[in-house]
């Protein structure tokens, strides 16, 4: 049955160009767009990146941690010129980058599974299945193709915690249909269906009608009447029904057919699919407007802090994007890779405008959606924790038998849930008062940063051929992945050759890594 | 229990300095000129918010004797005339130094967009970043030698609209201090509600001296970094670092230990978070913060959840919230009289909306933001009258509907602010307190 769907779709994408062309000639036709917007709005751009800062930001954005010293340390002696190209494709080919990635359209797909504790457990199933797919190379389409159509064994009851499959896409989403549309729309296409349940959409074109009519190829879940309200992730006896094809509208008289967002309706007469199989065609094909252009703006919001369209995903004619033609370069390379991410990925990171510094030299680069410099943002939670650890040398001790357990008591979990933050976009990131008391004064911290407890502070401290200056080097290098500064250099090493405010130099070592940990340029993307 | 806790005159932080913090902070000549503090003109407010969507009728809108009151009894209160649901008999008892607003009416149904709404007294539309009430009205009325955070929010439930509990256009100074409660002790017949913040103690570690060296670096590094790169979360780390700091090293923090408290006291406010949270907003008042939200979602007084969503079962589990709610509110109201607290500050009862008076196949009641029920108590308050009334059978507001703007306007007259003082947003547009064309309801106000 699969094999059918996989030859319909390729058939019908036939008519484009089956294979896009090197990342190079899509990123130097992006650059190309974006000075001429710059010409045209007045805007100077930053200069371009420092390796130091490039490479930071690089490992953030593809492999969700910072560069290992000894990482840093090489790429920063490499010499020759293709190197940043070339740790761009070693870094896709990582486990770290599987899991960034895994763990980003985790996030984009079961929001509600970090929002709302009952559904917590259902996060290392799906995120085993979504890793399967992603290091196996699966394209895009396929992916999001699958999830929609999963055979959902919801009522395997307890068992379903730990199966490897996409089912949580519909757990967390309780089976209802207008959870369903407005999750598969928001997530898949950028459209934010959701204040067209109850009412037209006060801003945005959508009908209340428009609602339904996507919310029907959902109804044909029944649920029974014994099962726990509280406890929506134990479904008992759910069934499908795959011929319904209408939903009556709640609190009303109307009956609305399934109909697709773009007014398509669907060919009933192939009676071979399913509703649900025949709205992920729909979502999936190369014809629908929003399917490539929302996979690509979330990749472009992962290297940027913000997508082309801000919120990401809300594409509406009240929020338009910045720099559209850059949209449309972008969707249609994804459609021509046959919606490989790695290969978006490559055009992106080989942008000039990817490449930019985070300093600020003209008023004109303030502005996020020019483009013009790299922004501060905040790094997800995971980011931040995996960072920390690589930097302070703490290894997490790995279960074999189900690599996906959460620990809910791990330093790791505790860390994510104290660093989870409400704030939509990266940009504007806030460190709350109880992260800035975890930071300084918690357990965590306090013990990385303690010349007894700390593996990577007692390597640097007792290094027999190290000098002071080597010794700080490391220190800046394992958590800033950059050297000191000449004025850096001064204030620093002056403190820690005086032994610093307890008089030890082990101490005084201490004193310099808490402070870089606590400081915003390792908090932050930059 | 003195009746004030103690503050202390820690000082103005200003720029990036961290060090600043630091000097005030540790160094002991300083410390020792703990000046008694002027005492604070400005009104303070505390924000009960039920998330859910509360029932009018079974909690200040009983409609007994109509098939659409259900099986609620209305019950006299110390204000003859008035009848509140029989799930409020305590509250019903301190009706006197309430006013209860029958006329609510908005159009929005939808929790997070009503959530937004109530909070910060604006649709979410566009660019705008309206912050939320706790945010702008603390800014308004905070106490410079408080060394906690203006806003506390005490277990909120975020989930329908995080937008709606930030600070918005205001920045990340305006962030609230969030404190969540912990269920401390073994044995569960002897656990005790407790809101400590973690980590405010320097490791034992560290001396004082190393602290204050780090402290130094840090400001040296961060004013660096972020003088070339401007940007929110550049600001937002400074800001929560010099907040942090200032609460490490204030007395003020001892408001979050209730051990203190006469047992009596915290039995009455009720032994759930809900009751005990509604006694540290007392405390957390006492101390010199200027606005504290406290949550109530379930009936177990916890956070989680959306408790009055009642869509199923609304009889039973609307008694089982008042049942943590009554004896909560009616004894915050008469701790804060009792201590001369009640007339600088000016407590809020609300939620999101109400609930339909038409009871659904599920005995449950759906949403309902046509005619529903707030209450204000306190300072600049007008206490012991009904605002506005229904129907009979609870669908209609009958006199003097009241817009979530008037309400905006009436809190911000009632703490003695200018309802039309704006701030500058996110797009440089002026943005008043409460929207324009908004006006105090003088009914409503002493």
């Given at each position: 049955m699969r094999y059918v769907l996989l030859t319909v779709i390729i058939v019908v994408a036939g008519d484009r160009p089956a294979t896009a062309g090197p990342p190079r000639d899509a990123a130097a036709a992006i650059d190309r767009l974006f000075q001429a917007a710059w010409d045209r709005e007045e805007v100077t751009p930053a200069v371009p990146a420092q390796d130091a800062e490039y490479f930071r930001r690089l490992y953030l954005d593809l492999a969700g941690r910072i560069p290992a010293v000894s990482e840093i340390r090489d790429l920063l002696a490499d010499e020759s010129t293709d190197k940043r190209l070339r740790v761009v494709d070693k870094l896709l080919d990582s486990p770290a980058s599987v899991r960034h990635f895994t763990t980003s359209l985790r996030n984009a797909f079961i929001p509600q599974a970090n929002s709302q504790p009952q559904f917590r457990a259902l996060i290392p199933g799906f995120e085993a299945w979504l890793w399967q797919r992603i290091s196996e190379g699966q394209p895009y389409n396929q992916i999001v193709h699958d999830i929609i159509t999963t055979e959902l064994n919801v009522s395997a009851g307890p068992a379903l915690l730990s199966t490897t499959s996409p089912d949580a896409f519909f757990v967390v989403r309780e089976l209802k249909p207008e959870n369903l549309a407005s999750g598969t729309a928001r997530a898949f296409l950028g459209v934010r269906l959701d204040c067209a349940q109850c009412h037209d959409h006060p801003f945005d074109?959508?009908?209340?009608?428009?609602?339904?009519?996507?919310?029907?190829?959902?109804?044909?879940?029944?649920?029974?009447?014994d099962d726990d309200a509280d406890n929506p992730v134990m479904m008992q006896n759910m069934t499908e029904k795959t011929d319904v094809r209408s939903i009556g509208i709640p609190g009303t008289e109307d009956v609305v057919p399934a109909v697709y967002l773009t007014g398509l309706e669907p060919d009933w007469e192939d009676g071979s699919t399913t509703p649900r199989q025949k709205l992920a065609n729909w979502v999936v094909d190369s014809e629908n407007p929003y399917f490539a252009k929302m996979a690509v703006n979330r990749l472009w919001a992962q290297f940027f802090g913000r997508g082309i369209v801000d919120p990401v995903d809300d594409f509406s004619e009240n929020n338009p994007a910045s720099h559209p033609e850059v949209l449309d370069l972008l969707a249609e390379e994804f459609i021509n890779s046959d919606y490989d991410v790695k290969h978006?990925?490559?055009?992106?990171?080989?942008?000039?405008?990817?490449?930019?510094?985070?300093?600020?030299?003209?008023?004109?680069?303030?502005?996020?959606?020019?483009?013009?410099?790299?922004?501060?943002?905040?790094?997800?939670?995971?980011?931040?924790?995996?960072?920390?650890?690589?930097?302070?040398?703490?290894?997490?001790?790995?279960?074999?038998?189900?690599?996906?357990?959460?620990?809910?008591?791990?330093?790791?979990?505790?860390?994510?849930?104290?660093?989870?933050?409400?704030?939509?976009?990266?940009?504007?990131?806030?460190?709350?008062?109880?992260?800035?008391?975890?930071?300084?004064?918690?357990?965590?911290?306090?013990?990385?940063?303690?010349?007894?407890?700390?593996?990577?502070?007692?390597?640097?401290?007792?290094?027999?051929?190290?000098?002071?200056?080597?010794?700080?080097?490391?220190?800046?290098?394992?958590?800033?992945?950059?050297?000191?500064?000449?004025?850096?250099?001064?204030r620093f090493g002056d403190y820690l050759l005086s032994g610093g405010a307890s008089e030890n130099p082990k101490s005084a070592l201490a004193d310099v890594f808490w402070v870089l940990l606590n400081s915003s340029e390792f908090l932050l993307n930059h | 229990m003195p009746r004030t806790l103690s503050r202390r005159n820690a000082g103005k932080y200003t720029g990036l300095s961290l060090l600043g913090a630091a000097a005030s902070g540790w160094l002991p000549g300083i410390a020792a000129q703990a000046a008694q503090s002027e005492s604070k003109t400005h009104r303070n407010c505390i924000l009960l918010w039920m998330s859910g969507g509360p029932s009018q009728i079974e909690t200040f809108d009983p409609k007994e004797g109509h098939e659409n009151g259900?099986?609620?009894?209305?019950?006299?209160?110390?204000?003859?005339?008035?009848?509140?649901?029989?799930?409020?008999?305590?509250?019903?008892?301190?009706?006197?130094?309430?006013?209860?607003?029958?006329?609510?009416?908005?159009?929005?149904?939808?929790?997070?967009?009503?959530?937004?709404?109530?909070?910060?007294?604006?649709l979410p539309q566009g660019p705008i970043r309206y912050p939320t009430v706790g945010s702008f009205l603390s800014k308004e009325l905070l106490d410079e030698e408080c060394d906690l955070p203006a806003f506390v929010s005490v277990n909120p439930f975020q989930a329908f609209s995080p937008a709606a509990y930030g600070p918005g256009f205001l920045g990340p100074a305006r962030s609230p201090l969030v404190v969540a409660s912990q269920m401390t002790g073994q044995a569960e017949d002897t656990q005790q509600v407790s809101f400590e913040v973690s980590n405010l103690k320097r490791s034992k570690r560290v001396t004082r001296a190393q602290a204050d060296a780090r402290l130094k670096l840090l400001s040296s590094l961060e004013h660096d970094f972020l003088k070339l790169r401007p940007g929110g979360p550049g600001r937002s780390h400074v800001q929560s670092y010099q907040q942090a700091i200032r609460m490490m090293e204030s007395g003020a923090v001892d408001?979050?230990?209730?051990?203190?408290?006469?047992?009596m006291l915290r039995d009455a406010y009720g032994r759930n978070p809900f009751g005990q949270g509604c006694l540290l907003a007392r405390r957390l008042i006492e101390t010199g913060v200027s606005f504290v939200e406290v949550n109530l979602s379930s009936a177990d007084g916890a956070g989680g959840g959306a408790g009055w969503d009642t869509h199923q079962d609304n009889f039973g589990a609307v008694n089982a919230l008042c049942g943590v709610l009554d004896p909560a509110y009616a004894t915050l109201i008469s701790d804060l009289q009792q201590r001369g607290l009640l007339d600088e500050t000016l407590v809020v009862w609300m939620g999101e909306f109400g609930r339909t008076p038409k009871i659904n196949d599920n005995t449950g009641r759906d949403h309902w933001p046509r005619s529903w029920s707030t209450v204000l108590a306190g300072a600049?308050?007008?206490?012991?009258?009904?605002?506005?009334?229904?129907?009979?059978?609870?669908?209609?507001?009958?006199?003097?509907?009241?817009?979530?703007?008037?309400?905006?306007?009436?809190?911000?007259?009632?703490?003695?602010?200018?309802?039309?003082?704006?701030?500058?947003?996110?797009?440089?547009?002026?943005?008043p307190l409460a929207d324009h064309g908004s006006a105090p309801v003088q009914l409503l106000l002493s």
């Open positions: 074109r959508w009908s209340q009608r428009q609602f339904w009519n996507m919310a029907a190829f959902y109804s044909g879940f029944t649920r029974s009447a978006i990925v490559k055009v992106i990171t080989a942008t000039d405008v990817y490449q930019l510094s985070s300093i600020q030299t003209h008023a004109s680069q303030e502005e996020s959606s020019h483009f013009a410099r790299a922004t501060l943002r905040g790094l997800t939670p995971e980011q931040f924790f995996d960072s920390t650890a690589e930097a302070v040398g703490y290894y997490q001790p790995y279960r074999s038998d189900n690599p996906f357990v959460v620990d809910m008591n791990s330093p790791r979990a505790q860390f994510l849930d104290l660093f989870r933050n409400n704030v939509e976009s990266p940009l504007e990131r806030e460190t709350t008062i109880l992260q800035a008391l975890a930071m300084m004064n918690g357990n965590f911290i306090d013990n990385a940063t303690s010349v007894d407890d700390s593996q990577t502070l007692r390597a640097i401290a007792e290094f027999p051929a190290m000098s002071d200056e080597q010794k700080l080097d490391t220190l800046f290098l394992s958590v800033l992945s950059r050297r000191p500064s000449k004025a850096e250099r001064r | 259900g099986p609620t009894k209305a019950i006299d209160t110390s204000v003859p005339g008035v009848q509140i649901s029989e799930n409020l008999p305590q509250t019903a008892r301190v009706m006197d130094r309430l006013a209860v607003i029958r006329s609510m009416s908005t159009k929005e149904g939808d929790h997070s967009r009503a959530t937004y709404f109530m909070h910060t007294g604006y408001a979050f230990n209730l051990d203190g408290e006469d047992d600049g308050i007008k206490m012991g009258q009904t605002y506005g009334s229904t129907s009979d059978d609870g669908t209609e507001v009958t006199n003097d509907p009241m817009t979530v703007q008037n309400l905006m306007a009436t809190v911000c007259r009632a703490l003695d602010l200018d309802h039309e003082m704006t701030n500058y947003s996110n797009v440089g547009r002026p943005v």
